[in-house]
T-cell receptor, first 114, second 116 residues
Framework: DVKVTQSSRYLVKRTGEKVFLECVQD?????MFWYRQDPGLGLRLIYF???????EKGDIPEGYSVSREKKERFSLILESASTNQTSMYLC?????????????FGPGTRLTVL | AQKITQTQPGMFVQEKEAVTLDCTYD???????LFWYKQPSSGEMIFLIY??????QNATEGRYSLNFQKARKSANLVISASQLGDSAMYFC?????????????FGDGTTLTVKP
């Protein structure tokens, strides 16, 4: 069964802390994505990657960075967490280059920054 | 500019009835894909159905069908014979095929509540 896993379901951090959110997929997908989900705002793309060590900014990259050293792993980094980064973070992956390739999502990480 | 618009923040439907969730989109790319995802209260997004811009027929997957009206740029999800387990948030998404990595844009979602 295909699977996208995220390192934590719930996380509480303090303002100014460096935060790592990890995502691992076992489907050999080329593409990986990080979204944040806030009520009334849908899913907003933070960063995505289409290959190892490749990354592109999404719609709201400010305050975030990413790392993709291995094909199966895509990390989201909050360099200095702020309260406005309290949100649900969703990781997803998909095959590249074919029409109709849906994204497979992880269970999400609910991050609270105090 | 909003590329995916879901105008219904919340919808109610009686169990066993059909319901239509609206989605309109905006793109100048002739090749694109439209997706619907379901997000139950547990939080995990589940893929439901896909429609390609060149597909001649409306997509169907079990009780889900996609009413694709290309000229109107709409891609409404129809759920037939609603079940209590269909209560969830539903997201419409579009992938423009000229984008890198299959990057998609999501709507704000519609919360569906199925009444017994």
């Amino acid at each position: 069964d295909v699977k996208v896993t995220q390192s934590s379901r719930y996380l509480v951090k303090r303002t100014g802390e460096k935060v790592f959110l990890e995502c691992v997929q076992d489907m050999d997908h080329e593409n990986m994505f990080w979204y944040r989900q806030d009520p009334g705002l849908g899913l907003r793309l933070i960063y995505f990657s289409y290959d190892v060590k490749m990354k592109e900014k999404g719609d709201i990259p400010e305050g975030y960075s990413v790392s993709r050293e291995k094909k199966e792993r895509f990390s989201l980094i909050l360099e200095s967490a702020s309260t406005n980064q309290t949100s649900m973070y969703l990781c997803a992956s998909s095959y590249r280059g074919q029409a109709g390739n849906e994204q497979f999502f992880g269970p999400g990480t609910r991050l609270t920054v105090l | 500019a909003q590329k995916i618009t879901q105008t219904q923040p919340g919808m109610f439907v009686q169990e066993k009835e059909a319901v239509t969730l609206d989605c309109t989109y905006d793109t100048s790319d002739p090749s694109y894909g439209l997706f619907w995802y379901k997000q139950p209260s547990s939080g995990e997004m589940i893929f439901l159905i896909y429609q390609g811009s060149y597909d001649q027929q409306n997509a169907t997957e079990g009780r889900y069908s996609l009413n694709f009206q290309k000229a109107r740029k709409s891609a409404n999800l129809v759920i037939s014979a609603s079940q209590l387990g269909d209560s969830a948030m539903y997201f419409c998404a579009m992938r423009e095929d000229n984008t890198n990595a299959g990057k998609s844009t999501f709507g704000d979602g519609t919360t569906l509540t199925v009444k017994p």
